[in-house]
């Protein structure tokens, strides 16, 4: 191969967003399927408890529980602290997923905003009037709130259960949309289902706010201060009158996300490296200190918090909140009740309707600009499994109601869950009676997707194995000293079985882990300006543990190379400048270690086993295919 003279050109006109990068939504979806059988056993455990003595499950939800500092303390139900309290935590992680979006998701290409916006804002809108027309006339008008909002942690975990029926994709096109959804709940509950406002601890909360921006912004890491402040926000948010849930919204949307860069990882690597030279306390906190700051604030908050709340907070506010006596005069009333009819239909109706309705005419108004990033059968299943409403649900209903229209809330809530998951295991299972080719439109639609690979490949310049026409391209960001790239050469053999797959390697040396790493990379460019690239890769990959200069001229020498030109060219460093224009394509493609591996364009996350690095390609090819084919339509 070639050098190009420069790559700049290939870059102009990218956002610095590409600079950013980490894994979109993998962890967080993961996390929250992973949680919703906890969810469901705190249910099942809430309904069995109220049926066997509801008299005593009552009593231990209302028991009174008191902090107290001198003569200021506050007093609540343990109902209470989990709704007020302990779900500020749920929100704050809703507020970090949020702004997570904005700054290393789809959303980071704002126009991409559009739907996912408009699909939560009617998809709220559409339940509601649905309810209010049912509930017309009548005080239980008010509890409008009630009908609104998806339960991400139920749909996520409902689409986990359907398996490789549901695309990775089709998971981050619901969470954006339930992001949305959950902000405008809580921004609802915030200004409607609040008591009375009292402006001086509202100011105190909103300055409280300011110090944390300022704190933020001034990269200040002691956990306490950030844990103090968010403590003083949402007390004085509970004596104004403003729901307090709202302080961990605010707190999340504050946390900007962001990836560890390479530079920052080798400054962590040096001080770990003089620990281990001279271990001190003093250079452990250091260490310890360097490698924490690494990541950003929203990380840090992210991994900390989530499990919690997820496999937590979340169960115990289900099983405080959600038992109700099951018995035969109480579901005839019930459900000819308008509150369970309005939440009921509201959410089963409603939201398919909303999700189905604002995805066609957004991309109808937009002229195809703007579609969903899923196939016509995604986002019909996308719809029915929004219908899944539970926890804000409960949350807005324990605010709104109280005796008979409370329980007639809840039941309208789990049993529109309940016919929510089984529609859209229909919608799956009708999906995977189709043909391949059809079914993988449906499900995986047309739609471009924002590229992470950044240049593009470039058959003059980038070393290629494969077919040149291949539609599925492989890229690997590799190190020959990493040992896990070694590991990984065996998988890529076996993916070039596939005739329709090319394989790309791009250099990545971490010179600061792997110091032979960069001056083997050189030797491969060497090897590569007399036509052997490919041999020499295979051979320094296969001896991670030998890359010394003599060992490296006595490679060439066996691929029958020209050894005074080869060591020419490793002693005057003539090919260091192809090796960091292929690490200034890791920077802006957000890549800090290796292997990373992308796949048309796409960064790969999770393992590099055969069978992950082959279900992506799959996923690839079919979205391929979709694009040729022509523009996804529904029916109709």
Not at 23 to 29: D, E, G, H, V
Not at 77 to 102: C, H, K, P, Q, Y
Not at 256 to 272: F, I
Request: with cysteine; charged share 15%; glycine share 8%.
């Amino acid at each position: 191969m070639t050098d190009s003279v420069s790559t700049a050109s290939a870059w102009r006109g990218r956002t610095r967003w590409a600079r950013k990068r980490s894994a979109p939504l993998r962890a967080f979806i993961q996390t929250e399927s992973g949680s919703a059988g906890v969810l469901v056993a705190a249910i099942v455990g809430a309904l069995v408890w109220a049926n066997v003595d509801v008299a005593s499950y009552e009593s231990v939800w209302r028991t009174a529980f008191s902090v107290q500092l001198g003569t200021v303390g506050i007093t609540q139900d343990l109902r209470t602290w989990i709704n007020s309290g302990l779900m500020t935590l749920f929100f704050l992680v809703v507020g970090l997923e949020a702004r997570r979006e904005f700054d290393l998701g789809d959303l980071r290409e704002r126009r991409r905003f559009v739907l996912p916006f408009a699909a939560g804002i009617v998809g709220m809108a559409i339940p509601v009037i649905i309810y209010l027309a049912i509930n017309a006339g009548r005080s239980s008008a008010s509890g409008w709130g009630v009908a609104m909002s998806t339960d991400t942690a139920l749909a996520l975990g409902l689409l986990a259960l359907l398996g490789r029926d549901v695309p990775h994709r089709v998971r981050a096109f619901v969470l954006t949309v339930f992001v949305v959804d959950d902000v405008a709940a809580l921004v609802v509950i915030a200004v409607v289902y609040s008591g009375q406002i009292m402006m001086l601890p509202l100011g105190i909360a909103v300055a409280g706010f300011a110090v944390l921006l300022v704190a933020s912004a001034f990269r200040i890491r002691q956990r306490f201060v950030y844990g103090g402040l968010g403590v003083v926000i949402w007390a004085a948010l509970l004596a104004s009158g403003v729901d307090p849930v709202v302080a961990g919204l605010a707190i999340g949307l504050s946390a900007s996300a962001y990836s560890p860069t390479r530079g920052d990882l080798e400054e962590a690597t040096g001080l770990v490296r003089r620990f281990r030279e001279q271990p001190t306390p003093e250079l452990a906190r250091s260490a310890t200190a360097g490698l924490t700051s690494t990541l950003s604030p929203n990380a840090r908050l992210q991994t900390f918090y989530h499990p919690w709340t997820s496999y937590v907070i979340v169960p115990l506010f289900a099983l405080a909140n959600a038992g109700i006596v099951l018995d035969g005069s109480f579901l005839a009333r019930a459900y000819a009740a308008p509150v369970t009819l309005g939440v009921l239909i509201g959410y089963v109706v409603g939201k398919p309707v909303a999700v189905i309705v604002t995805s066609w005419a957004v991309t109808r108004f937009s002229a195809g600009r703007i579609r969903p990033p899923v196939g016509w059968a995604a986002v019909v299943g996308s719809g029915t499994i929004a219908g899944i409403g539970f926890t804000v649900a409960l949350l807005i209903a324990t605010r709104a109601f109280q005796g008979d229209q409370l329980n007639d809330a809840k039941l309208g809530a789990l049993s529109a869950a309940f016919v929510a998951s089984v529609l859209t295991w229909v919608v799956y299972r009708l999906a995977a009676l189709l043909s391949p080719a059809r079914r993988a439109r449906a499900l995986q639609g047309d739609a471009k997707l924002i590229q992470d690979l950044i240049p593009e490949v470039d058959p003059a310049r980038d070393h290629i194995r494969g077919p040149a026409r291949a539609s599925i391209t492989v890229i690997e960001f590799g190190d020959f000293e990493c040992p896990y790239c070694g590991r990984a050469e065996p998988v890529v053999r076996d993916l070039l079985t596939d005739t329709d797959v090319r394989y790309v390697w791009r250099h990545l040396p971490l010179s600061d882990v792997h110091p032979q790493a960069q001056l083997a990379a050189e030797a491969a460019e060497a090897a590569a300006a007399q036509g052997a690239f490919w041999p020499m890769h295979d051979l320094l990959l296969g001896h991670p543990d030998d890359l010394r200069v003599s060992a490296l001229v006595k490679y060439a020498d066996g691929l029958g190379l020209d050894p005074d030109r080869f060591h020419d060219d490793l002693k005057r460093h003539v090919h260091a400048t192809r090796i960091a224009q292929d690490v200034e394509s890791a920077d802006l493609s957000g890549v800090s270690g290796t292997p990373t591996f992308f796949v048309n364009g796409q960064r790969h996350y999770g393992a590099f086993d055969i069978q992950t690095l082959t279900t992506a390609i799959e996923a690839a090819r079919a979205s391929s295919q979709n694009r040729r084919a022509g523009p996804d339509r529904a029916p109709g």
